[in-house]
């Protein structure tokens, strides 16, 4: 290139706007927000998420990690949170199940719920999902919810489980303790398969021309499916088992992260809210109405 066109290109170049020279760098990933979700699933807490996810969206947010670590909690609540998670898009929502001292380690019932409505879920090694069948509290302690609302958090988890790309079997057997779950291998290739999906698989396999072996049951009749984090991911239900949170945001790319705790307000809320005074309050009013 002789020295004419170099001195014109160098011209044209200095000419360009610098947003031009700018918009041909990769642009930095945007901010990871990670919110807790520990102790009790209740109203309180549905009122913090919908806060940090509106901060996350406002700041443009990347991702959004959810730490889960709860026993469960009010069904209400959590299908509020898991209506709450599916508005966040395009924002990217992931469910992790920390190992910490201080935690339980487990996304049990409502929180196996809300983990099934992110797009993607992270076990730490040591820790578990399932167990989502819903029960209420009575005279006698805790009891098994009647059918209707069985039928109802069966149907929802399972949509869940197709939306965010889950085997929906695996959300069935977390619910309901009529479902059994078994492994399959479909041309050696690990699957699951409820009871009643087993049959449509074995036919479709037959017209496609595939084997069908059955391998273990992984929850016979009777029992509520609890998964392990390496079992999780064994069935694609977890993508991969994480150490810690540092290693998740490392591994999903993340720019800033910022960690949300709950503030004056919230906890305000929560005291209100929960069970304790909710209770003080009924017996108040009783005490009020039989004077």
């Given at each position: 290139m002789?020295r004419h066109c170099r001195?014109?290109?160098?011209?044209?170049?200095a000419?360009?706007p610098?947003g031009?020279?700018?918009?041909?760098?990769?642009?930095?990933?945007?901010?990871t927000?990670?919110i807790?979700?520990e102790?009790?699933?209740?109203?309180?807490l549905m009122v913090?998420?919908?806060?940090g996810?509106e901060e996350?969206?406002k700041?443009?947010?990347?991702s959004?990690v959810?730490a889960?670590d709860?026993?469960g909690g009010r069904v209400?609540?959590?299908?509020?949170i898991?209506?709450?998670i599916?508005?966040a898009?395009p924002?990217?929502?992931v469910?992790?199940?920390p190992s910490?001292?201080?935690?339980t380690g487990?996304s049990w019932?409502a929180g196996a719920?809300?983990s099934?409505?992110?797009?993607r879920?992270?076990?730490?090694p040591?820790?578990?999902?399932?167990?989502a069948?819903?029960?209420y509290q009575?005279?006698?302690g805790?009891?098994?919810?009647?059918?209707?609302?069985?039928?109802?958090?069966r149907a929802?988890m399972?949509?869940l489980?197709?939306?965010?790309?889950?085997?929906p079997?695996v959300?069935l057997?977390?619910v309901?303790?009529?479902v059994?779950?078994?492994e399959?291998?479909l041309d050696?290739?690990?699957a699951v398969?409820?009871d009643?999906e087993?049959?449509?698989?074995?036919?479709?396999?037959?017209q496609?021309?595939?084997?069908v072996?059955k391998g273990r049951?992984?929850s016979?009749?009777?029992?509520l499916?609890?998964?392990?984090?390496g079992?999780?991911?064994?069935?694609?239900?977890?993508?991969r088992?994480v150490a810690?949170?540092e290693?998740?945001?490392?591994?999903?790319?993340?720019g800033?992260?910022?960690?949300?705790?709950?503030?004056l307000?919230d906890?305000?809320?929560?005291?209100l809210?929960?069970?304790v005074v909710?209770?003080?309050?009924?017996l108040i009013?009783?005490v009020?109405?039989y004077?």
């Amino acid at each position: 290139m002789n020295r004419h066109c170099r001195t014109i290109l160098f011209l044209l170049a200095a000419l360009l706007p610098a947003g031009e020279v700018r918009a041909q760098e990769p642009a930095a990933p945007g901010p990871t927000y990670v919110i807790p979700i520990e102790g009790e699933i209740d109203r309180a807490l549905m009122v913090f998420l919908r806060r940090g996810i509106e901060e996350a969206k406002k700041a443009g947010a990347q991702s959004i990690v959810f730490a889960i670590d709860t026993f469960g909690g009010r069904v209400d609540s959590a299908l509020q949170i898991t209506t709450l998670i599916g508005a966040a898009d395009p924002i990217q929502t992931v469910a992790y199940v920390p190992s910490s001292p201080a935690g339980t380690g487990v996304s049990w019932s409502a929180g196996a719920l809300i983990s099934f409505s992110c797009d993607r879920i992270y076990m730490a090694p040591g820790t578990s999902m399932g167990a989502a069948a819903p029960v209420y509290q009575s005279a006698e302690g805790l009891t098994a919810a009647p059918e209707k609302t069985v039928s109802a958090l069966r149907a929802q988890m399972a949509a869940l489980a197709e939306k965010n790309g889950y085997p929906p079997g695996v959300a069935l057997a977390m619910v309901d303790l009529d479902v059994e779950l078994q492994e399959i291998y479909l041309d050696g290739k690990l699957a699951v398969a409820t009871d009643s999906e087993l049959p449509e698989v074995e036919r479709r396999a037959a017209q496609e021309g595939k084997d069908v072996e059955k391998g273990r049951v992984i929850s016979p009749k009777g029992k509520l499916l609890t998964l392990t984090a390496g079992e999780a991911e064994r069935y694609g239900v977890s993508t991969r088992t994480v150490a810690s949170l540092e290693e998740l945001t490392t591994l999903l790319g993340a720019g800033e992260v910022h960690q949300l705790s709950s503030n004056l307000a919230d906890r305000i809320v929560s005291v209100l809210t929960g069970s304790v005074v909710t209770g003080l309050l009924v017996l108040i009013g009783l005490v009020a109405l039989y004077l």
